[in-house]
């Protein structure tokens, strides 16, 4: 959750890019101080959505990332069919050596 808040920090600049968080996990708190902290406009949050509308949720966005607790599933990651995005302007600055 940290790297995907730094990344969206980092996006800011571009106005076409937009995070939506959905859930109320552990973090809620501290993401929505980082958010408020660091002025980020850039990322919506959402309460957690019903079970049925989960097809919806990740119809709308052209990436979609799913992180849960250790020990509870892997990270999923989704990207519509189409969708295009430019990985060095995105990752590259965060790269680990």
Not at 45 to 67: A, E, K, R, T, W
Request: glycine share 8%; net charge positive; hydrophobic share 40%.
């Amino acid at each position: 959750m940290d790297l995907l808040l730094e990344v969206a920090r980092e996006m800011k600049p571009f106005k076409d890019i937009h995070f939506v968080l959905i859930g109320e996990g552990a973090y809620k708190a501290k993401v929505e101080r980082y958010i408020d902290q660091e002025n980020i406009k850039n990322i919506t949050m959402l309460p957690f959505q019903p079970y049925d509308d989960i097809s919806h949720v990740f119809s709308v966005g052209n990436v979609g990332l799913v992180i849960s607790k250790p020990g509870v599933a892997r990270i999923q990651f989704r990207v519509k069919h189409g969708a295009s995005c430019r990985q060095d302007d995105l990752f590259g600055k965060f790269r680990r050596e």
